[in-house]
T-cell receptor, first 115, second 112 residues
Framework: KAGVTQTPRYLIKTRGQQVTLSCSPI?????VSWYQQTPGQGLQFLFE???????NKGNFPGRFSGRQFSNSRSEMNVSTLELGDSALYLC??????????????FGAGSRLTVL | SQQGEEDPQALSIQEGENATMNCSYK?????LQWYRQNSGRGLVHLIL?????REKHSGRLRVTLDTSKKSSSLLITASRAADTASYFC????????????FGKGTRLSVIA
């Protein structure tokens, strides 16, 4: 079965613009987590959705938002882009495992460059 | 905030040598996971060790966990050039109720 699919893979925006990134989890899986990865801060948790409900939220400003649709596909939006938003945005789905451990399968990421 | 912190930040070894990476964390855990990331790509789950386990093996990987010291180590034996990647430890989770928190990773370079 297909893995986690993220689109677009690469994009370039300018400061002040907004961007929408998309993630489709593994078929049949309902959870989607988003992470921002930068060289300085490493992987930072953005938010997690499960069955269209936000289950957890990281410590990011309100410019970062997300949602999940009934088919489990998720989008995240960043408004009023800043240079510091340049990052690799990773989406993941929980594949569980024994004892319900939160093992994640990641997509290849969306590389955002803000000029 | 980062829960896990990997050490060293970067490691360079010759093919065939063993590579050891360490992870320290701050709070109590149910389990600890290790992930691998090839340059600019998504992370791939390698191995999970539960808090009541002390050592676990998977192929050329060996993970240890010392909950009294709040630390874990990942050993890759007989390394290959294809092992070149960044390695991250992650804690948290537990039935999806809390998000996984990742360290900043160890960048491993295996020179052929």
């Amino acid at each position: 079965k297909a893995g986690v699919t993220q689109t677009p893979r690469y994009l370039i925006k300018t400061r002040g613009q907004q961007v929408t990134l998309s993630c489709s989890p593994i078929s049949g899986h309902r959870s989607v987590s988003w992470y921002q990865q930068t060289p300085g801060q490493g992987l930072q948790f953005l938010f997690e959705y499960f069955s269209e409900t936000q289950r957890n939220k990281g410590n990011f400003p309100g410019r970062f938002s997300g949602r999940q649709f009934s088919n489990s596909r998720s989008e995240m939006n960043v408004s009023t882009l800043e240079l510091g938003d340049s990052a690799l945005y990773l989406c993941a789905t929980e594949v569980g495992g024994r004892s319900g451990a939160n093992v994640l399968t990641f997509g290849a990421g969306s590389r955002l460059t803000v000029l | 905030s980062q829960q896990g912190e990997e050490d060293p930040q970067a490691l360079s070894i010759q093919e065939g040598e063993n590579a050891t990476m360490n992870c320290s964390y701050k709070t109590s855990i149910n389990n600890l996971q290790w992930y691998r990331q090839n340059s600019g790509r998504g992370l791939v789950h390698l191995i999970l060790i539960r808090s009541n386990e002390r050592e676990k093996h998977s192929g050329r990987l060996r993970v240890t966990l010392d909950t009294s010291k709040k630390s874990s180590s990942l050993l890759i034996t007989a390394s290959r050039a294809a092992d070149t990647a960044s390695y991250f430890c992650a804690t948290g989770g537990g039935s999806g109720n809390t998000p996984l928190v990742f360290g900043k990773g160890t960048r491993l370079s295996v020179i052929a």
